[in-house]
């Protein structure tokens, strides 16, 4: 997979706290079903061997579709398991080792709610940057939205891909048409809903990255 | 540092919740003042930043006295700080695994309680084991002690160097003397300690592999 030609149009955050199938391995196959064309592993209270496993079993789903899989935070797991990258918070390794360790072939994504630190994460070797969070969301309540404004300003300064990320869904989609990103990621408004597939399907046809 | 020559006699593992001294960095220089000859960062509830940035620190004691640093479950953090290696729990990685990813120039421990998982873990590429607990203790109350005969049993049969823990202290350390370890790992009775560098030098100065 060439880490220069991923289609980020409709990123897929994990979460297996709120997810509506028994299964990870079953949610993520049905928002890939769905359209999702990316998709990040993320883990936080499990053992390493624990999200080892899980990242291998959801391997072969994302590799069967063709679609890649990023994991959030552990370079090792990622390694471990061959995955496409990682994603990193501001809490995580910083870019700039990640890339040392990782070398140039794996996606590295980064977190920034601010012009300042996207344009760090940039220079610091991100090859994509997860904005927000854009909308009120329950999953990370510490953060204060990113407004419209600052996220368009974001994509005209970089020339990274920008997926806008938080609180995204059928309500708030299209207000993200016209502000220059390459895709929306999204949690519970896909992987929460009864139907995983047609909720994906219905977010990517209301999302459109080329409106005016 | 070839990984082949180094001496595991006194093996300290870190615990910030239980150590004498205002900071890590404080305790691990005392302790290797005293003679702990191999440095294990253990660290679980804290963020991948923080874990790496108390890496980077306690590297650069553990470079400036010539001692090695193994890090604990985290090949991430290990890579990205160039620790010497690494340990690995039952619950951490597969030695095999971790081995196809750090490379061969990596020491990889991995804990042990019977002759079976020793065996295994031998076999899947570690280079020493962590085998315990060998005494009863309060940092891992869950697993019953490993008999000094199930110890020399393993000695005897593995070919990797040995290192006993769990409960290890001044008055049971010479128990050890003729079982076959190459080392005993420590915590509390070095870092719980007033003074962490006398209470490492008199456990080095009890503890003597080639008793008979």
């Known amino acids: 997979m060439n880490k220069h030609q991923i289609d980020y149009t409709l990123y897929l955050c994990t979460d297996r706290d709120i997810m509506s199938t028994e299964t990870l ?20 209270n499990c053992t390493s061997r624990e999200f080892y496993e899980l990242a291998l079993s959801v391997k072969n789903i994302t590799d069967y579709y063709g679609v890649p899989l ?30 040392a360790v ?33 909308f009120a969301t329950g999953t990370k309540k510490d953060t204060k939205p990113v407004s ?6 974001i994509c005209s300064q970089v020339k990274i891909p920008v997926v806008a990320i938080g609180g995204i869904k059928r309500d708030n989609i299209t207000l993200l048409n016209s502000t220059g990103i390459s895709g929306v990621a999204v949690i ?8 995983i597939a047609s909720a994906a399907r219905e977010l990517k046809a209301l999302f459109n990255p080329f409106a005016r």
Chains 1, 2 share one sequence.
């Open 25 to 44: 391995e079953q949610a993520v196959e049905a928002a890939v079903k769905g359209g999702c064309t990316v998709v990040q592993l993320r883990e936080k």
């Open 70 to 99: 990023i994991i959030n935070d552990r370079l090792d797991i990622a390694a471990a398991v061959n995955a496409d990258g990682v994603h990193l918070g501001q809490k995580d390794l910083p870019a700039n080792i990640a890339r």
């Open 102 to 134: 990782l070398g140039e072939s794996k996606i590295i994504g980064v977190s920034a709610n601010n012009l300042e630190a996207a344009l760090k994460a940039e220079n610091d070797g991100a090859d994509y940057l997860g904005v927000g969070a854009v």
């Open 148 to 153: 419209t404004e600052s996220l368009k300003e």
């Open 188 to 195: 519970s408004s896909v992987i929460g809903k009864p139907d």
